[in-house]
Every structure is written in structure tokens, then in C-alpha cells.
């Protein structure tokens, strides 16, 4: 008897989320094509010591190159802890 019940109530619980996945009408998407370009440069100069100075410096454009999209320059002065590690603050 519990079988019949349990079976019973899973049919009838598949069959309402059916019912209602159904019902949920999804929203059409358009479909935007946008393709962009970015240019980046970076450089990393050593001034003295344990000191130097990074540069970084993107160039984006967008739709296939023919309209400027941002231009963006960042400075920062670095300090070299060892070979392996340096920190950048800028």
C-alpha cells in the first residue's frame, strides 16, 4: 500500500513540473555580434637600486577595429624584494 502511495504521489509531483515548465515562457534573446580588439603593451624599467617603474598601456577598439572603444594608461613604482618577488604600488 505505501508503494502505491509513493509511486502515486511521484507521478502526480512529475507531471505538475511538467504542467509548469510548460507554462514559463523563456524570453527571446537577441543574439548581438560584437567583435573588439585589445592592444596592450607593458614594460617594466629599472631605475635604481631595488626601484623601478612599471608602464601599462591598452588601446581597445571595437566592431572589427572601426570605432574607438577606451584608452587606458597605468604607472606604478616598483620594488624589487628579491630576484623573484617585487611589489607594485600604483
Request: aromatic share 16%; hydrophobic share 40%; proline share 3%.
Amino acid at each position: 500500500m505505501r508503494f502505491r502511495f509513493l509511486f502515486w504521489f511521484a507521478a502526480v509531483s512529475l507531471h505538475q513540473r511538467m504542467l509548469c515548465a510548460q507554462s514559463i515562457e523563456t524570453p527571446i534573446r537577441d543574439q548581438v555580434d560584437q567583435i573588439h580588439a585589445w592592444y596592450v603593451w607593458t614594460g617594466q624599467y629599472p631605475i635604481r637600486g631595488k626601484w623601478g617603474l612599471y608602464t601599462e598601456y591598452h588601446f581597445r577598439r571595437a566592431n572589427l577595429m572601426s570605432e574607438f572603444q577606451q584608452s587606458l594608461l597605468r604607472l606604478g613604482a616598483e620594488y624589487r624584494i628579491s630576484p623573484q618577488l617585487s611589489g607594485i604600488l600604483g
